[in-house]
């Protein structure tokens, strides 16, 4: 399919989306038909998004294919493979230059300008006295060989969590340190009165005064610690070893702060979503299973008032989603099901439920808190200068280079009866 018929594609997948959305907000639709449009709406959104991602993907690839036909800017031009005046110099390897450094026989004079300034880059110290040196004999100049290397790594996964995303909780940023207020107010246990006889004058006796309430969030700063990398790994021809590493490091602070955001205690640290939610959930019955039911009571733990919210859901981690994928009726059928718009939900009965997998969650088990629900809007998180990677390449590190990366962050419930919490007895 070409990225012209994906996007009359997706058109039309617009189109009927709208039919839907026009049916379901009508005053006629009950109640289980516009729970089937809604699923049905949901699966077009999420088709119609996938198509314009493939399309502009097979438009970036037709772009770069084109881009092939103006030849390999590296490719020798001219007489004996030199640039062609006027042409702009072209920047090659460090591999490439030491090619060139051993077809010109150990003479630099002989070399490209371009390929001089990749050795100089590369720290290569040679003398250019010539010699009867064997690529093949370590002694007579094997070691010199750059060893060849694939230009991609496989790298190792493990999920953690989603606290740290900038589109999961509320992500407040800012520049500089110093403590930011969050004010809140719970006027929810307070209604109007009824005046008491004809002509009775108002009450003002300050008992309906609302009461502000404010949080507070900090600075709290994680960091990496140094890695050394040598000049042998800085040079091996490898991709970018710094692009590598500094996304790794990115990973190390992001588990780090999904770790803090999520148990931590709030003395010295975040404080934690699990953590701050300590308004009445669900206390369940054993310390070694949950139940159905028990997640049907901490969905309505929570006021509806919440459950509106478009980051209303539940959060734990895999374990616990295999524990109550797990759940059977007496009759062998299992209770939860997934939705089919594969965008994360549960069903148990007649509820379906968003939810996150995040490891750092607690299992199941004695006084664990395995499962939370609520508005996660109502979290914040705050985030300062964002993540910052850098690199030294200052006399301890040299020949090689260090790099070490930090960030500050802290996070805090605004609202404690937006979270509810499933607590395991001890």
Do not use: C
């Amino acid at each position: 399919m070409t990225p012209k018929e994906m996007r009359e594609k997706r058109a039309r997948l617009i189109t009927q989306a709208r039919s839907l959305r026009d049916e379901i907000e009508a005053s006629g639709t009950t109640e289980a038909r516009a729970a089937e449009l809604e699923t049905q709406f949901d699966a077009l959104i999420t088709e119609a998004e996938g198509l314009e991602v493939r399309a502009k993907k097979a438009e970036k690839l037709a772009a770069m294919e084109a881009s092939l036909e103006d030849g390999d800017p590296r490719r020798p031009q001219g007489e004996e493979g030199r640039s062609q005046p006027g042409a702009a110099p072209q920047e090659i390897t460090y591999r490439e230059a030491f090619h060139q450094l051993m077809l010109a026989g150990g003479d630099r004079s002989e070399m490209t300008p371009e390929a001089r300034a990749a050795l100089a880059r590369g720290q290569v110290q040679l003398s250019t006295e010539q010699r009867a040196q064997l690529a093949g004999t370590p002694a007579a100049g094997g070691n010199l060989v750059p060893d060849e290397a694939m230009p991609a790594i496989v790298k190792a996964m493990a999920a953690w969590g989603p606290m740290f995303d900038d589109d999961f909780a509320t992500v407040l940023k800012t520049d500089g340190g110093g403590t930011l207020p969050i004010p809140g107010v719970d006027d929810t246990a307070k209604e109007a009165q009824d005046n008491a006889a004809e002509g009775q004058p108002l009450t003002d006796d300050g008992g309906q005064d609302a009461v502000f309430t404010k949080g507070e969030l900090g600075d709290y700063m994680i960091d990496t610690e140094w890695l050394r990398v040598s000049v042998q790994l800085a040079t091996s021809g490898m991709v970018s070893m710094e692009q590598l590493l500094g996304q790794l490091l990115g990973e190390r602070l992001g588990r780090k702060a999904n770790r803090a955001l999520t148990v931590g205690t709030g003395s010295g640290q975040a404080h934690g979503i699990v953590t701050a939610a300590t308004a009445s959930g669900v206390n369940v019955a054993s310390n070694a299973a949950i139940t159905a039911d028990e997640l049907l009571g901490l969905y309505h733990s929570v006021d509806p008032a919440y459950r509106s919210s478009p980051k209303f859901g539940a959060m734990f981690n895999d374990n616990t989603l295999l524990a109550i994928h797990k759940l059977k009726d007496g009759q062998g059928n299992y209770l939860v099901s997934e939705a089919p718009d594969g965008q994360g939900r549960i069903r148990i009965g007649g509820v379906t439920m968003r939810y996150k997998i995040n490891q750092a969650m607690a299992d199941i088990g004695s006084s664990a808190r395995s499962v939370v629900a609520g508005d996660v809007s109502k979290y914040f998180v705050r985030k300062i200068g964002g993540v910052i990677i850098g690199t030294d390449r200052g006399k301890d590190f040299w020949p090689g280079f260090g790099i070490a990366g930090y960030t500050r962050f802290d996070g805090a419930l605004a609202d404690p009866r937006a979270v509810k919490a499933l607590v395991h007895p001890v």
